[in-house]
């Protein structure tokens, strides 16, 4: 079992940043990949971020590219996600999640944290 808590998300201006944080405890952190993935009012749970095992490679979703920079740290088994000149449209639920497979896929996650609100006004 993996136990995944996620904070620093809140309230900011359009253009503004923000700095999420998944601490995980449990199974050997190092042996999974990470993903942040996200979820708006009436939308499906969208892809956003992943990291391999040894955080050598990154995915992002289009919509994301070039603004957010997903990051860990295996020595203090974290994940972050640095969020740079949000907009309205990023603001949702963001999920952090541990899985054995390197995916841009949902189902490919088997543990996930219970979220944390990021809102974006204009």
């Known amino acids: 079992q993996v136990q995944l808590v996620e904070s620093g998300g809140g309230l900011v201006q359009a253009g503004g940043s923000l700095r999420l944080s998944c601490a995980a405890s449990g199974r050997t952190f190092s042996a999974y990949t990470m993903a942040w993935f996200r979820q708006a009012p009436g939308k499906e749970r969208e892809f956003v971020a992943a990291i391999s095992r040894n955080g050598v490679s990154t995915l992002y979703a289009d919509s994301v590219k070039g603004r957010f920079t997903i990051l860990r740290e295996n020595a203090k088994n974290t994940v972050y996600l640095q969020i740079d000149s949000l907009k309205p449209d990023d603001s949702a639920v963001y999920y952090c999640?541990?899985?054995?497979?390197?995916?841009?896929?949902?189902?490919?996650?088997?543990?996930w944290g219970q979220g944390t609100q990021v809102t974006v006004s204009s």
């Open positions: 999640a541990a899985g054995p497979i390197y995916s841009v896929r949902a189902e490919s996650y088997s543990y």
